[in-house]
């Protein structure tokens, strides 16, 4: 790491910003969560929020905290990340959140907070050798990955459960579901707040780390990191993105309970996968993919290509985009922190 002094205050002031980032991360990507249940009427909006921001904070006793190891020291070398890196990372992740909220569009907050750390690190190093690319790279790939595994888990089911009710009418199926669409959106809400607040805690750790009170030793992250991290994700699901909400659950194809509880499912078996295993998916790219899935399962022009194609090109433009504005705030923080 590298010697610079960070004051007390400045760390206060990082830490409670990163918080900020994870409750805009809820708030933002909350709508992954409770987009289809409000949709289909299982619950109400407010219901829905309550019911997702729970489970959201749950995740904390069922994931290890491998994904916040690969964000803390498995995406940019660590040595190079000082408090001013850090800043502008948060910063620029902050900003495109707000940018995408206000348009209704539901990038990744989970790259963006990728792409604001490395592009601050590169700015900071003039060059792109910081980046550990066996990290980096596996972030990259699953971009493409994660809303295909979400496409084709959420389709299998969707044609699965076609298949065992092909003797009900479409109202016996729905009975069986108004319980399902529940327990499937339990499920990915533990995966969204298991995956996504990790990255957080990641950040935090990576700050700790560089102000000289934590080692890469997950033994030594406080504990009040991990429980602020999830309460904050948590908060900002209770509170809701509801813009983001509409383009979810109404935009992309049309849900029932039946489709909506086998998107759920089929995104929650993704991010679970993902959690496991340590990577940092974007919640967003894989809830997307399931509902693409369970639409085109019925009917490939039940889907609104026009509408996933212009998601499509915000996925792209969120990690160049958001490390762009982590590198200005890098400069700012050079000069206020």
């Not at 790279?137 to 459960?161: R, T």
């Not at 998107?263 to 974007?282: D, R």
Request: aromatic letters at 12%; a positive charge.
């Amino acid at each position: 790491m590298e010697n610079l002094t960070i004051s007390f205050a400045a760390l206060a002031i990082l830490v409670i910003v990163a918080l900020a980032f994870d409750f805009m991360n809820g708030f933002h990507d909350g709508a992954n969560s409770i987009s289809t249940i409000v949709a289909t009427g299982a619950l109400t909006p407010k219901q829905a929020v309550i019911f997702a921001a729970f489970f959201n904070f749950a995740a904390i006793w069922i994931f290890h905290l491998n994904v916040a190891a690969t964000i803390g020291k498995g995406t940019v070398d660590p040595s190079l990340v000082d408090h001013y890196v850090i800043f502008g990372a948060l910063m620029g992740a902050l900003a495109w959140n707000i940018i995408t909220w206000y348009y209704g569009i539901p990038s990744s907050s989970s790259h963006a907070l990728v792409g604001g750390l490395v592009g601050a690190t590169v700015i900071k190093a003039g060059g792109f050798t910081p980046i550990l690319w066996s990290g980096f790279g596996k972030i990259l790939i699953f971009i493409i990955i994660s809303p295909l595994v979400g496409f084709l888990i959420g389709g299998l089911l969707m044609v699965l459960v076609a298949w065992l009710f092909r003797k009900s009418t479409p109202y016996q199926a729905a009975r069986w579901f108004k319980v399902g669409q529940l327990f499937a959106a339990a499920a990915y809400s533990l995966g969204h707040g298991g995956n996504d607040a990790q990255k957080t805690i990641g950040i935090i750790w990576l700050l700790l780390i560089t102000a000289g009170v934590a080692t890469t030793d997950v033994s030594t992250l406080p504990m009040w990191v991990i429980y602020s991290c999830y309460f904050a994700i948590a908060w900002g699901t209770y509170m809701g993105g509801w813009r983001i909400v509409k383009t979810m659950g109404t935009k992309i194809t049309k849900l029932n309970s039946v489709s909506g509880s086998c998107a759920s499912m089929g995104g929650a078996i993704s991010l679970g996968l993902a959690t496991l295993g340590g990577i940092p998916v974007s919640t967003t790219h894989t809830i997307t993919g399931a509902i693409v899935g369970v639409g085109a399962a019925q009917d490939v022009k039940a889907v609104r290509w026009a509408i996933t194609l212009n998601l499509l090109v915000a996925w792209v433009l969120t990690i160049p985009a958001s490390g762009l504005i982590a590198g200005v705030f890098w400069y700012v923080g050079r000069s206020f922190l």
